[in-house]
């Protein structure tokens, strides 16, 4: 079996279930923006198909979307750069997934962490899109055999599950058709705290607004909302293994290091002795100048929405001209008749 040389070339979603905040921003968008331009093409994607495994309200689910692709331009992602598309406008994505469906084993499926929470005691009753969705997110990643993808800790098994389709397939076939997908996992907070308690995650789903800073949270809310977030009685610390035991200090640390692009190491040299009265309003200050900006713009966008539609659809062009050609070849491999040519 030759070796094949692959593009490089990233690949990246989120799903469009509303309420976009800081976690999203420093955990995956900041690093999609980061990682344009450089030595990689880049294709990143509001995910709707994951989206509905669990119930949506589909007005909802429309203008969450809407207002995910507004995020991601006003943070700095062009959509002439990189591809900027909406999934289920990618009819490639679901057609490879039950290809990957038919791949991937039950026993790998019952394994995933994710589905686990998801479900809960309640899984019987679970759809089954939720349960299967790792082979779709597989396929997301494979239909642009894409060599990298940036995620957090929460998704490295779901990486580890693609590279288990990708080699099986390569092996049942006898073909080294889908790459080795890498991942990407760097910054001082590619996972971000609550504000309220530094031991979970910060998320759209908790009951208190004040837990987590929403994109379109203008510079006052901001700033209250930093002023009141948790933090506990002692100096910061001048060194980062002070904080292993300070989780509310931590996450905050992390916030700002990401925001100002430094490491902790060396936030942690220029505020290391002070309290936090002096250093919250520091990073109050910081989150304003970085984050307002972008709330401003997501405003802005929303207001045109037939011009995000008119990006996406142009977005869903230009990466079909990639996936047509690898979904033909799959069902070539596999001994499907291949669809016609877009």
């Not at 589909?58 to 598309?85: H, N, V, W, Y």
């Not at 790792?134 to 800790?153: E, F, N, Q, R, S």
């Amino acid at each position: 079996m030759s070796e094949t040389s692959f593009t490089p070339r990233v690949f990246s979603g989120i799903q469009p279930s509303g309420n976009l905040h800081l976690g999203n921003y420093l955990g995956a968008i900041k690093r999609f923006v980061d990682m344009q331009g450089s030595d990689f093409e880049t294709v990143y994607c509001m995910v709707d198909m994951h989206a509905i495994t669990v119930w949506q309200n589909p007005q909802d689910l429309m203008k969450s979307t809407r207002e995910l692709c507004a995020g991601f331009i006003a943070s700095g992602i062009d959509p002439e750069q990189s591809i900027l598309i909406n999934q289920s406008q990618v009819p490639e994505h679901a057609q490879l997934a039950w290809v990957f469906n038919c791949v991937a084993r039950m026993g790998w499926m019952q394994r995933m962490t994710q589905f686990k929470d998801k479900a809960g005691k309640n899984a019987q009753n679970a759809s089954l899109g939720l349960f299967a969705y790792p082979a779709l997110m597989a396929a997301d990643i494979l239909i642009y055999h894409a060599t990298h993808v940036p995620v957090g800790d929460d998704q490295k098994q779901h990486l580890e599950l693609t590279r288990d389709i990708a080699a099986k397939f390569n092996h049942d076939y006898g073909v080294d058709f889908f790459p080795m997908t890498e991942p990407v996992i760097e910054g001082a907070a590619t996972r971000v705290m609550s504000l309220r308690d530094g031991s979970k995650k910060m998320s759209k789903s908790d009951a208190s607004d004040a837990s987590r800073i929403n994109m379109t949270d203008d510079a006052d809310t901001l700033a209250k909302k930093i002023r009141k977030a948790k933090t506990d009685p002692d100096a910061l610390p001048s060194e980062a293994k002070g904080l292993e035991e300070r989780p509310e200090a931590r996450n905050l640390i992390n916030i700002y290091a990401a925001l100002n692009d430094q490491s902790v190491e060396e936030v942690l040299a220029d505020v290391g002795g002070k309290q936090f009265g002096e250093f919250k309003p520091m990073l109050a200050d910081l989150a304003v100048s970085k984050l307002a900006p972008i709330a401003g713009e997501m405003a802005r966008l929303m207001d045109d929405q037939t011009e995000i539609d008119r990006i996406l659809a142009r977005g869903a062009e230009r990466a079909r001209e990639i996936t047509a050609p690898i979904l033909r070849k799959t069902y070539d491999i596999v001994g499907m008749v291949p669809p016609a040519a877009v």
